[in-house]
């Protein structure tokens, strides 16, 4: 099922952020935290296949996983689901360093470390393929493996998203497509 549709049917989003149409198929992230979740379907495990390119040195963003319906609040989103980090950076939000791999782009976000390095430089596009089964996720980052988390504990079945970081952070996606396992 590609994802989104060119008018963002069946997307909505929280938070103070937000996205906007680039070129044709493109979104870009804006405005400050926020998540663009798909609210037309649940997931509980699927493949997940997302391109996406960072604009600028210090964007930040992220794919979440099975989270629940959100209204105004992201946080359920942070508790309860999974993030896969977009930062080139490794940015810890807790010490204000940089390299932690914890936090680095491919990261189950504050669960499992990325174990390697996998992004392209600036300006070029990315490609995720993002696994969830049962309660195991695989995450690869053109085409290498870079996580998995086995032993999921949170949420089995939610909603995907995609995040607004920070004002000034544009992330652009394209070619969403999920396909139901």
């Given amino acids: 099922m590609p994802l989104p ?19 044709e198929g493109i979104i870009e992230s804006h405005g400050g935290s926020g998540i663009l979740w798909y609210a037309d379907a649940a997931f509980a495990d699927f493949l997940l296949r997302v391109a996406w390119r960072l604009t600028g040195s ?18 359920p989103a942070i508790d309860q689901g999974y993030e896969v980090q977009i930062d080139d950076r490794g940015f810890d939000p807790e010490t204000g360093r940089l390299g932690s791999m914890l936090h680095l782009t491919g990261a189950i976000y504050g669960l499992v470390p990325a174990a390697v390095r996998a992004s392209h430089p600036l300006g070029q596009w990315n490609d995720f393929e993002i696994t969830a089964q049962g309660a195991t996720i695989s995450v690869r980052l053109n085409d290498v493996p870079v996580a998995k988390l086995e032993g999921a504990s949170r949420r089995p079945r939610g909603h995907i998203g995609l995040q607004a970081h920070h004002e000034g952070s544009a992330v652009q996606f394209r070619n969403l497509r999920i396909k139901r396992l």
Avoid: C, K, Y
């Fill in 5 to 23: 549709s060119p008018d963002l049917t069946g997307w909505r989003m929280a938070g103070s952020g937000g996205f906007s149409r680039r070129d």
């Fill in 58 to 75: 210090d964007d930040n963003s992220g794919v979440f996983l099975r989270i629940p319906p959100l209204e105004h609040d992201v946080q």
